[in-house]
């Protein structure tokens, strides 16, 4: 990926924990199950109630090194979602150049396709191949077809000065499927793109996530006993949304003291 640029003032916080984000599995890469910018200031919020309750919680294995780095990890994320969006806009734009061209393409194809069935109709073997021609099932091949029957074309004219079709047209319709070409090209490119940048903000969230949820379980571990002091250990956002009936799954209780 490109270098990065720094978008939220938090660049060295995102390269310092780029290197854990990209160590995580695939199928360990969680997607965000809160906004993002609430789950950074839930993080902010933990970070500094583990810190009032940390000679308490240092009894049964947190340590300052997972504090530093719940911080850190915090900023990266917010740092991660800043780039991805930022990049997500701009590349939207190229992808919609094509969206757009997909159309007019699309429209090419299908008159060309009905001028080659009715020019061919009397000529068995060249209107099967007409018909092969115009059975594009994606975008790619869409493109492949207009250049396809301007070959055809190009190779047997007489069929088509006799429906009245201008054969010129050939020459102007290959230099649309090479743009064509290039514009599906680049959206495809920019879709990839979007993909990684996407993908990095993902393992960003899941890197912050596992390390909240296992400083969560130090805090209702320790301070099981005591309700006010252990609803602080719970995430607020999924205490307002969890579904009527199912327990949040940061609210379980431990039922051994966690493990670094």
């Known amino acids: 990926m490109e270098e990065t640029l720094e978008i939220t003032g938090h660049k060295q916080f995102y390269e310092a924990e780029l290197p854990a984000m990209l160590a995580l599995d695939p199928d360990d890469v969680k997607l965000p199950t809160i906004p993002i910018e609430e789950f950074v200031y839930e993080s902010e919020n933990l970070y500094s109630t583990a810190t009032r309750y940390f000679t308490e919680l240092t009894k049964y294995g947190l340590t300052q090194e997972m504090l530093d780095t719940l911080l850190s990890r915090a900023r990266a994320l917010r740092e ?3 780039i991805w969006t930022s990049k997500y806009n701009a590349l939207q734009e190229k992808i919609k150049l094509w969206d757009d061209a997909s159309k007019e393409c699309g429209k090419l194809q299908e008159r060309l396709n009905k ?87 993902d393992r960003a969230f899941t890197i912050l996530n596992n390390l909240v ?48």
């Open 213 to 260: 949820r296992d400083i969560r379980d130090y805090g209702r571990f320790a301070f099981y006993k005591d309700d006010n002091i252990k609803k602080l250990f719970v995430s607020e956002y999924h205490k307002r949304h969890r579904n009527k009936g199912k327990e949040d799954p940061d609210e379980k209780k431990p039922t051994t003291p966690p493990k670094e």
């Open 115 to 201: 001028t080659f069935r009715f020019a061919l109709r009397k000529e068995p073997r060249l209107l099967k191949r007409a018909k092969e021609i115009g059975k594009s099932s994606n975008d790619r091949d869409m493109i492949q077809d207009l250049q396809d029957y301007c070959a055809l074309g190009k190779e047997y004219p007489d069929y088509f000065t006799a429906i009245n079709f201008n054969t010129e047209e050939f020459a102007d319709i290959d230099k649309k499927a090479l743009e064509y070409g290039r514009l599906y090209s680049d959206a495809i490119s920019q879709k990839n793109k979007q993909h990684d940048y996407k993908d990095i903000r």
């Open 80 to 82: 991660a979602q800043a």
